[in-house]
């Protein structure tokens, strides 16, 4: 089983799945020489392979530079794969990447085209945010006073996910499937702060409200799980509690 992207925060996770199950995990990473981008090792990596299940991700906060990643990377995956004979490809969104106008949702809302409409067997499973995350956007603001984005999510365990990744790309494509999330909504910089409380810092932490269209889809619910979906059982507190 491929994992493309597989040295990222959920990619090492859904590779210690593969491995609790006895599969082979073949990690697909530029620290591997292999490049999604410019498609180098991409053939070489797929050989033998059954399945590939994509987190590869772009640090882009644009529309731009969003698109010509998952443009490029997905492209080439998807080619490889067809003359792999890959029977399975499982691609990971994010849940309300269809409603929320934000730049890098446009490159996920690209990579979803292009898995849909590929030869190769698919499935798309959307996400929300990990309990990761928070801690991820106090690392990127700098300073002595940390600005959060004011988001309604609803955090999901990463572990408990490239579980359920592994599960789905052992079983039949199912072309878009139920959004999986946690089992609680809360604001990113409530998570933030209780971070920071956990670790014993007493960092100040400010809610920044997100303008535009965005701001009001996010406060509206966009980043949370739809009607039907699976919701894995991990609280922000039990992840807190193991970290």
Request: hydrophobic share 45%; aromatic share 4%.
């Amino acid at each position: 089983m491929a994992v493309a992207g597989g040295t990222g925060v959920l990619g090492r996770q859904v590779v210690d799945a593969c491995r609790r199950r006895d599969l082979t995990p073949v990690v697909i990473a530029r620290s591997a020489g292999i490049d999604l981008v410019s498609g180098v090792g991409l053939d070489d990596a797929l050989a033998g392979v059954d399945a590939v299940i994509d987190v590869s991700n772009v640090v882009a906060l644009r529309a731009k530079p969003a698109i010509a990643f998952f443009e490029a990377a997905t492209g080439n995956l998807l080619a490889a794969g067809e003359r792999a004979g890959v029977r399975h490809h499982v691609a990971v969104s994010i849940v309300g990447c269809d409603r929320v106008d934000m730049g890098y949702y446009y490159g996920k809302r690209r990579q979803e085209e292009l898995v849909g409409g590929g030869s190769v067997p698919w499935t798309i499973v959307r996400a929300t945010q990990f309990h990761d995350f928070a801690g991820q956007l106090l690392e990127r603001s700098p300073g002595p006073v940390k600005l959060v984005p004011k988001m309604l999510s609803q955090p999901v365990s990463a572990r408990q996910l490239a579980d359920h990744l592994v599960d789905v790309a052992l079983g039949e494509p199912a072309g878009l499937a139920a959004d999986v999330g946690g089992p609680e909504q809360h604001q990113i910089p409530d998570l933030a702060r209780r971070l920071l409380a956990h670790r014993g810092e007493r960092t100040k932490v400010i809610a920044a409200p997100l303008p535009g269209a965005a701001g009001k889809q996010i406060a509206a619910g966009g980043l949370l799980t739809a009607e039907g979906a699976v919701i894995l059982p991990e609280t922000y507190d039990a992840w807190l509690a193991a970290h």
